[in-house]
């Protein structure tokens, strides 16, 4: 069954905001931080920010003057909004939940849950 | 420093033994985790902590460390590895954000 749903708009013009939510159906919302990643078409694996139940959030230096991350608690749904945007955001956005140990000896985080995923494209 | 590097392609005979490995600072104090890609699908995570493989997980896949060097073997490969293999890890600088390897490419021959 779908465990993590997320749907947006997939095709922006340069200078729009993009807005995608994923909401999610499996186990216990808070405990655990939810993140945004994406992949460029052809490319590697970006991590953008997380947030946990509270609204606590992390950020991507590289991304953090154009993300926020927001949680509705209520829905069981986080939100990411990317401002901004150029052909260069162009990518497969994916939302996951963070598992992690710590404090550890070693610590380790994982993402063991993901979306399906949600296209964008940012073209004029 | 906040870049895992992965040689960016590795090919393995149907039945072999495959490593593939992911070297960063960030290794030192914390394990990586391993995720599998197969074209148009999202990753599935095949290996987290010290070496715990997720529920569904085949036991041919395997993690180990040493030093700033996380390794990801397959014994006995078979066709459906071939993928896009990640690793990842938290930034060891800030501790606040993650950095995804670069990506091995896994050729079953």
């Known amino acids: 069954q779908v465990q993590l749903q997320q749907w947006g708009a997939g095709l922006l013009k340069p200078s729009e905001t993009l807005s995608l939510t994923c909401a999610v159906y499996?186990?216990?919302?808070?405990?655990?931080?939810w993140s945004w990643i994406r992949q460029p078409p052809g490319k590697g694996l970006e991590w953008i920010g997380e947030?946990?139940?509270?609204?606590?959030?992390n950020y991507n230096p590289s991304l953090k003057s154009r993300v926020t991350i927001s949680v509705d608690t209520s829905k069981n749904q986080f939100s990411l909004k990317l401002s901004s945007v150029t052909a260069a955001d162009t990518a497969v956005y994916y939302c996951?939940?963070?598992?992690?140990?710590?404090?550890?000896?070693?610590?380790?985080?994982?993402?063991?849950?993901w979306g399906r995923g949600t296209l964008v494209t940012v073209s004029s | 420093s906040s870049e895992l590097t992965q040689d960016p392609a590795v090919s393995v005979a149907l039945g072999q033994t495959v490593r593939i490995t992911c070297q960063g600072d960030?290794?030192?104090?914390?394990?990586a985790s391993w995720y599998q890609q197969k074209p148009g699908q999202a990753p599935v995570l095949v290996i987290y902590g010290k070496n715990d493989r997720p529920s569904g997980i085949p036991d041919r896949f395997s993690g180990s460390s040493s030093g700033n060097t996380a390794s990801l073997t397959i014994t006995g490969a078979q066709a459906e590895d071939e993928a896009d293999y990640y690793c990842n890890s938290r930034d060891s600088s800030s501790n606040h954000f993650y950095v995804f390897g670069t990506g091995t490419k896994v050729t079953v021959l």
């Open positions: 996951a939940r963070v598992r992690y140990a710590v404090p550890a000896a070693t610590p380790y985080w994982y993402f063991d849950l």
């Open positions: 960030s290794l030192r104090s914390s394990y």
């Open positions: 947030i946990n139940h509270s609204g606590s959030t």
């Open positions: 499996v186990g216990s919302f808070s405990g655990y931080y």
